[in-house]
Each structure stands twice: as structure tokens, then as C-alpha cells.
């Protein structure tokens, strides 16, 4: 065994245990995913930006960034702005009407058709992208 699978298979171990310790302080599902909806907009805010993190950010926009200077980076600010602003002003009437994810606001708003039809283009969506881009790629390579 090499010393990555080791510290893979530490660190799994590690999260598994730490969850398991975390939901028992828990009484239901929104204490455990929700932090018992008592966190304030800052907070929530600066969660939805760490979790808009991806490789992408590490590696992806490095590049364009060394291509085409940190203009690439202005898009960046930009959803981090959007999504304070987010958590200031829509996440009050979200938390309000215990609303927890999109598809359930749309339910609510208007009904289960537009809520079901959301739900499945937006796992489908990813899907598209990378099978658009594989398109792309393979295209790109045959032309040269």
C-alpha cells in the first residue's frame, strides 16, 4: 500500500468518525444541516462562497489568469458579492418560511410540476455540460 491510499483512507475515517459525533449532538435533520437555522447572514454567506470553491478556482482560472491577466478574476467578485447580498436579503425570507432548498421554493410559489421539472434539469445540467465539452474536445482533436 503507498502512502497516498494510507492518508486517503485516514482522512475518510477521520470525516466518517466526526460525522457520526456531530448527528448525535443533533436532535433532527435541521440541527445537523441546517446548524438548527440559528446562523447569522455573514455566516451563511461566506459557507456559499467556500462551497462555490471548486479545482476550477485552483487551476482552471490560474491559467486564464496567466493568459489574460486577473480580469478572469473580476467574474469571481462578482459572485461573491452576489452571493452575500444573497444571504442578506433573500436568505431572511427563506429561513422565515423554512424553505431549505430551490426546488421547494418553486413548489411553493408556484407548484410540484415546476418543482420536478427544476429538480431535473438542474441534475441534468452538468451532465450536458460535460458531455458538451467532451463533444467539443473530440471535435477539436480530429480537426488537427
Known amino acids: 500500500m503507498n502512502l497516498d491510499a494510507i492518508v486517503f483512507g485516514l482522512y475518510l475515517l477521520v470525516v466518517v468518525v466526526v460525522g457520526i459525533v456531530a448527528s448525535r449532538k443533533e436532535k433532527d435533520s435541521d440541527d445537523y444541516f441546517l446548524a438548527g437555522r440559528n446562523l ?18 485552483f487551476i482552471g482560472m490560474s491559467g ?16 461573491a458579492i452576489a452571493l452575500i447580498l444573497y444571504g442578506k436579503f433573500f436568505l431572511p425570507y427563506y429561513l422565515k418560511s423554512r424553505i431549505t432548498t430551490m426546488p421547494e421554493f418553486l413548489e411553493r410559489r408556484f407548484n410540484d410540476k415546476v418543482r420536478l421539472v427544476y429538480a431535473i434539469s438542474s441534475r441534468s ?17 480530429r480537426a488537427s
Do not use: D, K, Y
Not at 455573514?42 to 476550477?56: D, K, L, Q, R, V
Not at 486564464?64 to 459572485?79: C, K, Q, Y
Not at 458531455?131 to 473530440?138: F, L, M
Open 64 to 79: 486564464r489568469a496567466v493568459e489574460i491577466g486577473l480580469a478572469i478574476a473580476s467574474f469571481e467578485w462578482m459572485a
Open 40 to 57: 447569522t447572514w455573514w455566516i451563511i454567506g461566506g459557507s456559499m462562497i467556500a462551497a462555490n470553491i471548486s479545482t476550477h478556482h
Open 125 to 141: 445540467a452538468p451532465l450536458r455540460r460535460r458531455a458538451s465539452g467532451t463533444a467539443r474536445w473530440a471535435w477539436c482533436s
